[in-house]
């Protein structure tokens, strides 16, 4: 698979850069660039830090997603559900956690805690119209498909 280089710049010590877990993997793990590990108490939300700004090219978006083995087994998970990198945000990635579970959780120095996925993204102008195209589904909605 051809990969598309992004400067990246690391902000703390301890920091790393983003890993892929296999060849083929859509979203490259981010790491907590922590001193010491971080309880999050069940139902609250933690921002923790990742120790990294980039480049995210123009036309194009950092997705930042949960890794699936952390939320299914500790519910730890973005609290946004899905973190947006704008091309144009060259602050730190902050990965705002927020334990899902019944018991507190811990995120130690180094733990993969997200993954971000880089997407192409499609500039669009609203345009106001008085009419819609018609469609087979129309306004059908929130399981109108079925099961």
């Known amino acids: ?20 877990g296999s060849e083929y993997s859509a979203g490259a793990d981010l790491y907590a660039c922590l ?9 609250e939300t ?5 120790g990294l700004a980039a480049e995210i090219p123009v036309g194009y978006a950092g997705l930042i997603y949960a890794r699936s083995g952390l939320a299914t087994k500790q519910g730890l998970a973005p609290a946004n559900k899905v973190g ?35 997407t192409p993204v499609l500039a669009v102008s609203f345009c106001e119209a008085e009419e819609l195209e018609d469609t087979l589904r129309g306004a059908g909605g929130f399981g109108s498909t079925g099961k």
């Open 1 to 20: 698979m051809e990969r598309t280089n992004i400067n990246v710049k690391k902000l703390r010590d301890g920091a790393v850069l983003p890993t892929y």
């Open 35 to 43: 001193d010491e590990a971080v309880v999050i108490a069940p139902g």
């Open 46 to 50: 933690k921002m923790i830090p990742t």
């Open 84 to 118: 947006v990198v704008d091309s144009d945000y060259r602050g730190e990635w902050m990965i705002a956690l927020m334990n899902h579970s019944g018991s507190p959780q811990t995120v130690e120095p180094g733990e993969r805690i997200a993954q971000v996925v880089v």
